[in-house]
């Protein structure tokens, strides 16, 4: 098994306890203020929350995924396992001044 295999499924399942996380803490705050700009970050969450899940269901459990990344050369192997990377950077940065 490829090694960036296991890091894009890592990241994609972090990325996805990041955005629950996340979303949690929009919810709430869209319940006590009914602010706009908390509703926007909601939808923004959720539209990220179902990428995320295509990314699980295609990193673990599709078969011509994970046949085809394998197939694929290192470079792209890299760059697509980089994309779900730094969605994590960025959710751990947007997490962290969150719950701040």
């Given at each position: 098994?490829?090694?960036?295999?296991?890091?894009?499924?890592l990241?994609?399942?972090?990325?996805?306890?990041?955005?629950?996380?996340?979303?949690?803490?929009?919810?709430?705050?869209?319940?006590?203020?009914?602010?706009?700009?908390?509703?926007?970050?909601?939808?923004?969450?959720?539209?990220?929350?179902?990428?995320?899940?295509?990314?699980?269901y295609?990193?673990?459990?599709?078969?011509?995924?994970?046949?085809?990344?394998?197939?694929?050369?290192l470079?792209?192997?890299?760059?697509?396992?980089?994309?779900?990377?730094?969605?994590?950077?960025?959710?751990?940065?947007?997490?962290?001044?969150?719950?701040?």
């Amino acid at each position: 098994m490829t090694p960036w295999l296991e890091v894009g499924r890592l990241a994609a399942a972090g990325n996805l306890g990041l955005l629950v996380a996340l979303s949690y803490v929009w919810v709430r705050n869209y319940r006590r203020h009914g602010a706009r700009h908390t509703l926007a970050l909601l939808v923004f969450g959720a539209f990220l929350l179902l990428e995320n899940v295509v990314w699980v269901y295609l990193y673990v459990l599709n078969a011509g995924y994970i046949a085809w990344y394998r197939a694929a050369t290192l470079e792209v192997q890299v760059a697509v396992t980089g994309l779900c990377l730094l969605e994590f950077v960025a959710l751990v940065v947007l997490t962290r001044l969150t719950w701040q």
